[in-house]
């Protein structure tokens, strides 16, 4: 069966990111065109929905500028919403009244208040939901879940994330409701969350207490016009240096995270590290957005007879990394991550696959609120 899709957000720009990501895969020489079809698609207004449905080879009946009008279209089985966030909540409830299946991109909506809501309103209408948080899809986090499931690193003991970017000390204009407090899109909750969640799927564990600090490392912030121009400096509303620490259940062990800003000077990298008592992964990358970007996984395994020597012996011959051969699968990570997802979508897999939906992103908007809350009080927080 060919699921009929109707895009929220969908311009005619080819370089844009709905383009891209939810489209794309759809395309007559794309891996999905047997499972999915654009059918309709929506913009804030009848002149940009027009021309968006010329470029994307639709008639002009199937471009609407009100989220009504494509929730109730016949033609639709799945409303994809694909805009700011602050606009999450307004564009997903018609289509939830119609009873029309969802896909909405993370954030799920600009407040934990709001995910709540439709989420309520999902499961009293019956309908299927999901939310992007497709990090989890991607194959080395696949094949790096797989492997701390099947027991080879032990028990693991310690995880550690670092991630260092240096592409986000301005932002594009059409960005700049990054810098409302109140828009529910920032770094916490965009950048941080991707990765964090697909960690957390790895180690299929959530974090029973956590501390965290956040501060404004750099005060102001531009804006870049799409010529290139940039604003005059104002001040930045977000914290760009995040530190994250909690203690993992089931298991026990200690993850420790940390993204930050920084200047072009530092090379934008990301590191993870898995520490088990047989054996340990770590994830290497040059993005931070890993979502997008995957990065290279690899694995050590404790040789036979480690840990017999003294405390000041040699250590020579003992664990080395080795990269992981990881299947890169259909989609080849090329739309972003979304692509796997709505393939596993389409095979009727699962959250134990990595599907998110509305239940499991309204956890992640309390963990956002709790990181939040400790950041400001100094407390220790729970969001379980």
Same mark, same amino acid.
């Given at each position: 069966?060919?699921?009929?899709?109707?895009?929220?957000?969908?311009?005619?720009? @080819?370089?844009?990111?709905?383009?891209?990501?939810?489209?794309?895969?759809?395309?007559?020489?794309?891996?999905?065109?047997? @499972?999915?079809?654009?059918?309709?698609?929506?913009?804030?207004?009848?002149?940009?929905?027009?021309?968006?449905?010329?470029?994307?080879?639709?008639?002009?009946?199937?471009?609407?500028?009100?989220?009504?009008?494509?929730?109730?279209?016949?033609?639709?089985?799945?409303?994809? !919403?694909? !805009?700011?966030?602050?606009?999450?909540?307004?564009?997903?409830?018609?289509?939830?009244?119609? &009873? &029309?299946?969802?896909?909405?991109?993370?954030?799920?909506?600009?407040?934990?208040?709001?995910?709540? =809501?439709?989420?309520?309103?999902?499961?009293?209408?019956?309908?299927?939901?999901? !939310?992007?948080?497709?990090?989890?899809? @991607?194959?080395?986090?696949?094949?790096?879940?797989?492997?701390?499931?099947?027991?080879?690193?032990?028990?693991?003991?310690?995880?550690?994330?670092?991630?260092?970017?240096?592409?986000?000390?301005?932002?594009?204009?059409?960005?700049?409701?990054?810098?409302? /407090?109140?828009?529910?899109?920032?770094?916490?909750?965009?950048?941080?969350?991707?990765?964090?969640?697909? !960690?957390?799927?790895?180690?299929?564990?959530?974090?029973?207490?956590?501390?965290?600090?956040?501060?404004?490392?750099?005060?102001?912030?531009?804006?870049?016009? /799409?010529?290139?121009?940039?604003?005059?400096? =104002?001040?930045?509303?977000?914290?760009?240096?995040?530190?994250?620490?909690?203690?993992?259940?089931?298991?026990?062990?200690?993850?420790?995270?940390?993204?930050?800003?920084?200047? /072009?000077?530092?090379?934008?990298?990301?590191?993870?590290?898995?520490?088990?008592? &047989?054996?340990?992964?770590?994830?290497? +990358?040059?993005?931070?957005?890993?979502?997008?970007?995957?990065?290279?996984?690899? @694995?050590?395994?404790? /040789?036979?007879?480690?840990?017999?020597?003294?405390?000041?012996?040699?250590?020579?011959?003992?664990?080395?990394?080795?990269?992981?051969?990881?299947?890169? *699968?259909?989609?080849?990570?090329?739309? +972003?991550?979304?692509?796997?997802?709505? =393939?596993?979508?389409?095979?009727? &897999? *699962?959250?134990?696959?990595?599907?998110?939906?509305?239940?499991?992103?309204?956890?992640?908007?309390?963990?956002?609120?709790?990181?939040?809350?400790?950041?400001?009080?100094?407390?220790? =927080?729970?969001?379980?």
């Amino acid at each position: 069966m060919v699921v009929r899709l109707g895009i929220i957000g969908l311009s005619a720009d @080819q370089g844009a990111w709905a383009t891209m990501a939810h489209v794309s895969p759809f395309k007559p020489d794309g891996p999905l065109t047997d @499972q999915y079809k654009l059918t309709a698609l929506a913009t804030s207004n009848p002149d940009s929905a027009k021309a968006a449905a010329k470029a994307h080879g639709l008639p002009p009946e199937k471009a609407y500028s009100k989220p009504e009008d494509i929730a109730h279209d016949p033609d639709v089985d799945m409303v994809v !919403v694909s !805009v700011k966030v602050p606009l999450h909540k307004q564009m997903t409830v018609p289509a939830l009244y119609a &009873k &029309k299946d969802v896909f909405i991109e993370w954030p799920m909506g600009a407040s934990l208040a709001e995910a709540e =809501e439709m989420n309520s309103l999902a499961k009293k209408q019956g309908v299927k939901n999901y !939310v992007g948080l497709q990090a989890r899809m @991607q194959a080395p986090f696949v094949k790096a879940r797989e492997i701390v499931a099947s027991g080879a690193l032990g028990r693991v003991t310690s995880t550690t994330v670092l991630g260092i970017d240096s592409a986000l000390m301005d932002f594009p204009e059409k960005a700049r409701y990054i810098n409302d /407090p109140n828009s529910g899109a920032s770094i916490l909750s965009i950048p941080v969350m991707h990765t964090l969640d697909a !960690v957390l799927h790895v180690l299929a564990s959530e974090l029973s207490s956590l501390s965290a600090t956040a501060i404004t490392t750099y005060p102001t912030i531009s804006f870049l016009s /799409p010529t290139g121009d940039k604003s005059a400096p =104002e001040p930045k509303r977000f914290a760009d240096n995040i530190a994250i620490s909690g203690t993992l259940t089931p298991g026990g062990g200690v993850l420790s995270f940390q993204y930050l800003i920084t200047a /072009p000077a530092t090379p934008s990298t990301f590191h993870l590290t898995i520490c088990g008592e &047989k054996g340990a992964l770590k994830m290497e +990358g040059t993005n931070f957005a890993v979502q997008m970007v995957p990065p290279k996984l690899y @694995q050590a395994t404790a /040789p036979e007879g480690a840990g017999q020597k003294g405390v000041y012996e040699s250590r020579e011959g003992g664990a080395e990394w080795e990269e992981v051969e990881v299947p890169k *699968g259909r989609m080849h990570g090329h739309f +972003g991550g979304v692509a796997e997802l709505y =393939e596993a979508i389409a095979m009727g &897999k *699962g959250k134990e696959d990595g599907i998110v939906d509305f239940e499991e992103a309204v956890k992640r908007h309390r963990m956002v609120e709790a990181i939040a809350r400790s950041a400001r009080d100094g407390s220790r =927080e729970s969001y379980l």
